[in-house]
């Protein structure tokens, strides 16, 4: 008998599937995710994977929270074990009072278990030897039987499960039937020998909503896709890939000209990273809307183009899906950290424009945005994913367009200007704002035409080496960036009930998490206002959030607090203010960890002031 | 020297071509290569194919890396764009230019340092992807800008000007094209404008991926004894394949050709090039042939030069991608954006 107490719960609680990679289990954890979400109740879903295609261990975590907690949460409230390699850590990663469900077929030892949690066999090989003869088939529908067996474990709604894999296998009505016959191996066996439910249980109930559950890969292409991206080149690279093959498909389906069945876009898988970037700014250079996909590794290779693009002023789009470095790092594991190498990107004097989204349905806003962004500016825009909101399906609201929205293709000398003696100088600031008027080549018989170059030319671009046109270049480089500030995705901005003298900065995908962790903080009568931050350079309200408190902490998913240092660094601030809060060892930042070290901190501050404030 | 401007007065009775322009209108700013350069033979040339076809200057984007040879589309076309991109990269500025817009000429400017060294990675894949472009290597190999240390094309054994011998093999970028499916590869030599112009013209008009490889000795670093790139050793090795005259639309030819010794090959656009055999055995759409010619001939220290192979049917990047018959870069949000009710069934799809 177990010693403890089985944990109870409804609608909140983790499930965790170890498997092993390429057995065919994701797309049934898959299932079992979307077959909760179709319940009503809000899940969010994580892939944990390794750099391999076969043969190495792989776990797919289920959050369900009907709260609507979408972050990490840590610890396991159900495991699925069904890989023997990682066998004695994943039974030691449950919560005291958890739930173990493994394969029974052949015994194992009393000593591979846990006597304070409950261990719930299913004789799954067993199962499938008797049903199926076909190799391929006996693992196959393994994962399937054991999803029937959860589903009668923890009382779900079994049509919904069915109607799921009907919508799955629309047309395969062979498929259909052999899944929802394994569907019901698994429960039948379930409800026959055990004891269900379980203390884990899933109640039917609204808290889903209107809201969609995508990818932030596929939401940023479809971003791409309604902001007019026409060339995209890449070049393949973990978790970046998929974004690129969204693009693709999207296109396929949405930029195919009905009556000539040409295509409105032009896709190169380029040679190597050097190249995509090249052939955006090309492609920006003439006129059409470019971006590529990336990840730090690529931004590396990336450097010496993105400083001319900057000095040449050419917009070009950049999403960068990061992880865990440096060099290859740990490539299927996520991180925040490229966000100074990519807003000090290149050689010399650079800076780049940023933008955090913090959920899938802002990769779409943000997607579409970098390109107006992109050629207002004339510069290269980076869209900062990261692997947890890039290869994970996470619940967010609907994509929304509106049709009346026209593209913002920033200031280009048409012929007809030109014609009506406009003066042209390529990097003449006629509207002082720092932003030149470009044209595009083939404007125009005989005015408008210049030489781009990387090296330095006057407001005409005529090259001189003369020190004094270098430095005026230079100068309004800067302005452009001063107004770039009023132009990106503004910080949001949310105080806490009671006045506090403490802030939290945070961005991107660290957002469910301190969302969550907010509450826990406040509810042991510390109350924190918050700015999530939505874009580099900094708008205004970031320095005035500062200003406002006395402590700030700074919740970033790196090892240097590269946020950190770009705001003490750009806004002048006393760098003892930002307290750095950070999570690096490539698994997505929890609500819990955020909660205790802001926590801790907060108690060492009431203890011991770093230093007298200073008001 | 740049600063120093052109005089913009020409004299009245300068030819015109079918346009009204004259040479003049295809030329660029004053040459800052050394007096007597190869390179600034090549502008020559580029300016008169130019002129002969009578391109509207501003139709062209010329797109450079870094180098000498790099320097030198500020020299050509005024009225063109240019753009000079990073060492060893502009196949990949290209590709992507020729891509937002189709209805340009391309015209790849390059070095042996920068297309055979720093750049062969992008070179090579320029060629088999097929993009639409004229690819000239000005190759005199040798880096000039920083003092003469050997190129990658400069051949083993040549000496360099401080009596240095090269130790390691050449790369043939003629012998590359070939085999990675460019579909015009020519080679050529900067003293020799009556070869170069035509081949420059037909490159032009050819609808895929045209790659002039034109020997241009540096008179500064290369022109030396021991140099396999100098002027006089050029001369004394050049194997002329053929002679290329360039006959544009359908006008009727009046130059009285020998009997057997001339092709004529017929362009999509209606123009047609004019090949005159010299090597009598010598067949320019053969590739595996061409390839085998070359190597044979480079094993007796030949310079093969003429039109090497062309294929009358090129495809290219485009027509692989099936990308519509406008310019990416003119579609605007009404063709660009799928509308918000297909992003609402997408929203269905996705609960």
């Not at chain 1, 609608?11 to 898959?30: I, Q, Y």
């Amino acid at each position: 008998m177990p010693t403890k107490a089985p944990i109870s719960s409804v609608n909140d609680f983790v499930v965790r599937f170890a498997n092993v990679n390429g057995s065919g289990s994701a797309s049934a954890n898959e299932l079992f995710a979307r077959s909760v979400l179709r319940m009503g109740i809000p899940v969010a879903p994580r892939n944990i994977f390794p750099s391999n295609i076969q043969g190495l261990p792989t776990w797919y975590e289920v959050r369900i929270s009907e709260a609507g907690h979408l972050g990490a949460r840590g610890g396991t409230d159900l495991m699925v074990a069904m890989n023997p390699q990682t066998w004695d850590k994943d039974v030691a990663s449950i919560e005291p009072g958890g739930y173990l469900l493994y394969d029974s077929t052949k015994p194992l030892p009393p000593s591979k278990f846990r006597d304070d949690i409950h261990v719930i066999g299913v004789p799954l090989t067993a199962i499938c030897n008797r049903e199926y003869t076909d190799p391929r088939q006996r693992q196959l529908f393994k994962n399937i039987i054991y999803v029937g067996a959860l589903s009668a474990l923890l009382d779900m709604d079994v049509s919904a499960i069915e109607k799921l894999i009907s919508e799955q296998f629309k047309g395969k009505e062979k498929l259909f039937d052999a899944n929802k016959h394994a569907l019901h191996l698994g429960r039948d066996w379930a409800t026959l020998n055990l004891e269900c439910p379980i203390g884990l249980r899933l109640k039917p109930c609204d808290k889903v909503g209107d809201r969609i559950f995508i990818e932030g890969n596929s939401a940023a292409a479809l971003g791409a896709v309604y902001g007019g991206a026409t060339v995209c080149a890449w070049y393949p690279i973990t978790p970046s890939s998929s974004l690129a093959d969204a693009f693709t498909s999207y296109c396929r389906r949405l930029r195919v000209d009905p009556e000539t069945k040409q295509n409105k876009f032009a896709i190169v898988q380029a040679e190597d990273e050097l190249a995509s970037i090249g052939m955006v700014i090309g492609a920006a250079w003439n006129g059409a809307r470019a971006f590529t996909a990336t990840s730090g590794p690529g931004v590396s290779l990336m450097q010496e183009f993105l400083g001319l693009a900057y000095f040449a002023e050419i917009p070009a789009v950049l999403f960068d899906v990061q992880r865990a470095g440096p060099s290859t790092g740990m490539p299927t594991r996520t991180q925040q950290c490229d966000v100074i190498s990519c807003a000090y990107a290149s050689h010399g004097d650079t800076k780049h424009v940023l933008l955090f989204p913090e959920d899938p349905a802002e990769a779409f806003e943000f997607g579409a945005q970098a390109f107006d962004l992109a050629d207002r500016l004339q510069t290269p825009i980076f869209v900062m994913l990261d692997l947890d909101i890039g290869m994970n399906h996470r619940l967010c609201r609907p994509l929304k367009w509106d049709d009346s929205r026209k593209y913002d293709r920033g200031k280009v000398m048409t012929a007809a200007d030109l014609d009506a003696g406009k003066e042209f100088g390529r990097y003449l600031d006629v509207d002082g704002d720092g932003i030149p008027y470009r044209t595009y080549p083939g404007t125009h018989p005989s005015k408008g035409s210049f030489f781009t170059r990387g090296t330095s030319r006057d407001r005409y671009a005529r090259y001189t080496e003369e020190g004094a046109p270098y430095a005026d270049n230079m100068q309004r480089l800067l302005r452009k960036i001063e107004t770039a500030k009023n132009l990106v995705p503004r910080p949001i901005r949310k105080n806490a009930d009671k006045p506090t003298r403490y802030g939290v900065i945070y961005y991107g995908s660290t957002s469910p998490a301190m969302n969550e962790a907010i509450h826990m903080i406040e509810a042991k009568g510390r109350p924190l206002d918050m700015l999530r931050i939505r874009a580099f350079p900094f708008h205004q309200d970031v320095p005035d959030f500062i200003a406002d408190h006395d402590y700030v902490f700074v919740v970033e998913q790196n090892r240097d607090a590269q946020l950190r240092s770009l705001i003490v660094n750009e806004c002048g601030i006393d760098p003892v203010r930002l307290i750095p809060i950070l999570h690096y060892d490539g698994t997505p930042i929890t609500a819990r960890f955020i909660a205790r070290e802001i926590a801790d901190d907060l108690e060492a501050l009431k203890v011991t002031p770093l230093r007298k404030v200073v008001s | 020297m740049t600063y120093i401007a052109k005089p913009k007065f020409h004299h009245p009775s300068l030819p015109k071509n079918a346009l009204g322009y004259t040479h003049r209108d295809y030329e660029g700013k004053i040459s800052t290569l050394c007096a007597g350069c190869g390179h600034d033979s090549i502008t020559a040339s580029i300016i008169e194919a130019c002129f002969e076809l009578a391109i509207e200057p501003h139709r062209v984007a010329k797109i450079s890396g870094i180098g000498c040879s790099s320097k030198t589309p500020d020299y050509f076309l005024n009225a063109s764009h240019g753009f000079n991109s990073v060492h060893g990269r502009m196949p990949s500025v290209l590709t992507g230019a020729n891509l937002a817009n189709r209805d340009l000429i391309y015209l790849g400017v390059s070095g042996d340092g920068d297309t055979a060294s720093i750049g062969l990675g992008q070179f090579a894949h320029c060629m088999r992807r097929g993009v639409n472009m004229v690819y000239i290597v000005e190759n005199n190999g040798v880096y000039g800008l920083t003092k003469g240390q050997f190129s990658a094309t400069a051949d083993r054994g040549s000496k360099s000007k401080r009596g240095v011998v090269n130790a390691d093999a050449h790369i043939d970028l003629v012998a590359m094209a070939l085999q990675l499916g460019a579909t015009f590869v020519a080679r050529s030599f900067s003293g020799d404008k009556e070869q170069l112009v035509p081949l420059i013209k037909a490159a032009i008009e050819h609808e895929g991926a045209a790659l002039i490889d034109v020997i241009s000795p540096c008179v500064a670093f290369n022109n030396h004894l021991g140099s396999t790139k100098s002027f006089d050793y050029v001369r004394e090795h050049n194997e002329a394949v053929n002679r290329l005259d360039f006959i544009t639309g359908r006008a009727p030819i009046t130059v009285a050709y020998e009997a057997g010794s001339v092709e004529m090959v017929e362009q999509h656009d209606g123009s047609r090039l004019v090949l005159k055999k010299v090597a009598a055995d010598y067949d320019a759409h053969d590739r595996i042939g061409a390839m085998t010619f070359l190597q044979q001939h480079a094993a007796k220290g030949q310079i093969v030069t003429g039109l090497l192979y062309v294929d009358k049917d090129p495809e290219d990047l485009h027509a692989h991608f099936n990308t519509v018959a406008a310019p990416l870069n003119v579609l605007s949000e009404k063709e660009l954006s799928p509308g918000s009710a297909a992003l609402e069934k997408i929203n269905a799809s996705l609960r």
